[in-house]
């Protein structure tokens, strides 16, 4: 069991910085790997970033990719968002979510997923 915290949300102005949180607990010797998914105002969730255990592999939504950075430590069994340079279509609730293993399904797909925290709302004024 695997128990996922999320952080650090807030309202800032187009432009500024933001970084969120993921805090883990529980099994997270047996975590394959973590994702953040958001889901805005009338939309579907959507897949924004995904990093393995280890750190070594990491991944990015066309939306995001250049402006956001996806890091982790293990050491605090923590995972971070850094996101620079946001914009109002930013707006939505930020997931953390881990999955167990590589198979079943692609990282960017909500199904992969074991886990997920409760959510921080993230809201980017014009």
């Known amino acids: 069991q695997v128990q996922l915290v999320e952080s650090g949300g807030g309202l800032v102005q187009a432009g500024d910085s933001l970084t969120l949180s993921c805090a883990a607990s529980?099994?997270?010797?047996?975590?394959?790997?973590m994702a953040w998914f958001r889901q805005a105002p009338g939309k579907e969730r959507e897949f924004v970033s995904a990093?393995?255990?280890?750190?070594?592999?990491?991944d990015y939504a066309d939306s995001v990719r250049g402006r956001f950075t996806i890091s982790k430590d293990n050491t605090k069994n923590s995972m971070y968002l850094q996101m620079t340079s946001l914009k109002p279509e930013d707006t939505a609730v930020y997931y953390c979510?881990?999955?167990?293993?590589?198979?079943?399904?692609?990282?960017?797909?909500?199904?992969?997923?074991?886990?997920w925290g409760q959510g921080t709302q993230v809201t980017v004024s014009s």
């Open positions: 979510a881990t999955r167990s293993s590589p198979w079943g399904g692609s990282h960017y797909r909500e199904r992969s997923y074991d886990y």
């Open positions: 990093i393995t255990w280890s750190g070594g592999s990491v």
């Open positions: 529980g099994r997270t010797f047996s975590t394959y790997a």
